[in-house]
């Protein structure tokens, strides 16, 4: 790109536009039902608004601590030792940053260096190679295929050389909905013990897991943790993805290192929001409710879907189910999600994206944290699919 004097040199790919900016856009101008872009079409409890109100009339709209106001330090502290039983010190072991994206880039840009590599799993979630790349690392995929999504560690194993610097896990896993097991955490574990490499365990769908089934957070293997970090995000667990807040927590040593990079580029995020998140969330029923409330949405989707002509691969977490449409279409994904928004109105999101390599399954996203009444009318309009 240039103008007449200035010269850009693009340190991605110039001009490419994200997978979910692409799908909601068409959405848009098709007045397509979007189930495609990760997001809820319903409020943030009215209780939590008002105190976020409260706080903006009582002033607090001054720079905070960098890592993070200590009040809203001290609940994550408590609840994550009383979900997962690790002890986390609020004043060292944690800090609160713009949305996960940022904690992620931030863990990324601080801890890999020019031509580390960095093992991922694919599909995997769209941020992880741009901000690999820019850091001037090389990304490693694992491809992980419809329908079960499963990782051999055998062959993760064999990925790992002295140059791996970084392996960045995803559980509950967007865009597959599938979870990692105990055992794929002990496999992980096993591989990284008495190597240099670090974990970075993205975790924003910790409450968003079904059938009794238990999240198997870093934060449960105590001698993985010591090399770890999580990233965890606000945006889902308050229904508030525009409010761009998240966080971080791992060992001291690698917060101390994060916490340098952190401070040259966000320094603090916004006071307000913090004070009213930590007087919300010091109350375990406010997130307590979660899984069940999301596992309703699931089934309530798959009974209105039944005779809709795709087939689900049931979601065990996260707000996103799989769906194979082999039986009424040749299209590509990107092709076919696109048809779905323009031509049935329904907007979803392609699988391929989320791959450096696209396997040929048909596979899109479709997202269930929506009303009834929005997954009743898709239902309906995806009916047309039958022909
Ligand atoms: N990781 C995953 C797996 C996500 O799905 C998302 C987006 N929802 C993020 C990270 C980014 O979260 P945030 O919106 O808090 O930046
Ligand atoms: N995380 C959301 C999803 O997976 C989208 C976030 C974004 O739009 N960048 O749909």
């Known amino acids: ?200 365990s993205d975790e924003v769908y910790e409450h968003l897991i079904y059938d009794q089934e238990e999240h198997q957070s870093i934060m449960r293997f105590p001698a993985l943790f010591q090399q770890s970090m999580a990233v965890f995000s606000f945006g889902k667990t308050l229904h508030a993805t525009g409010w761009k807040m998240g966080y971080i927590v791992g060992p001291e040593y690698l917060i101390s290192e994060f916490k340098t990079i952190h401070q040259w580029n966000v320094f603090c995020t916004n006071s307000f929001v913090q004070f009213a998140i930590a007087d919300y969330l010091d109350k375990p029923k406010n997130y307590e409710y979660l899984p069940s409330f999301f596992q309703k949405k699931r089934d309530r989707m798959n009974q209105l879907f039944e005779d809709v002509p795709l087939t689900p691969k049931l979601a065990k977490g996260t707000y996103f189910q799989a769906y194979n449409y082999d039986q009424v279409s040749d299209l590509d994904d990107l092709a076919f999600a696109k048809h779905l928004t323009s031509e049935i109105g329904v907007a979803a999101i392609p699988m391929s994206p989320f791959y450096t390599t696209p396997p040929k399954d048909k596979v899109i996203r479709l997202c269930f944290a929506k009303q009834e009444s929005t997954i009743e009318a898709a239902a309906e309009r995806l009916m047309k699919l039958k022909g």
């Open 1 to 200: 790109m240039t103008n007449n004097h200035v010269h850009i040199k693009s340190k991605l790919t110039a001009g490419e536009t994200n997978i979910f900016t692409i799908m909601s856009k068409l959405a848009t101008e098709h007045k397509a039902i979007n189930l495609g872009q990760g997001f809820p079409d319903f409020e943030c409890d009215e209780k939590l608004k008002e105190l976020v109100s409260k706080y903006v009339s009582e002033g607090k709209n001054q720079y905070c601590p960098l890592s993070g106001l200590p009040k809203l330090n001290q609940t994550l502290s408590k609840k994550m030792e009383g979900m997962y039983g690790m002890p986390i010190n609020p004043d060292n072991q944690i800090c609160v940053t713009a949305g996960a994206t940022q904690a992620l880039y931030t863990a990324i840009v601080a801890f890999v260096n020019q031509g580390d590599e960095v093992i991922i799993f694919e599909p995997a979630y769209d941020c992880y190679t741009p901000q690999i790349q820019l850091a001037g690392g090389i990304v490693k995929p694992y491809p992980m295929t419809y329908p079960d999504y499963k990782i051999d560690w055998n062959k993760v194993k064999d990925m790992v050389n002295d140059k791996t610097r970084m392996i960045i896990i995803n559980t509950p896993h967007n865009p597959s909905g599938t979870i990692l097991s105990e055992q794929d955490m002990n496999a992980l574990e096993n591989i990284v013990s008495s190597r240099n490499i670090i974990v970075l």
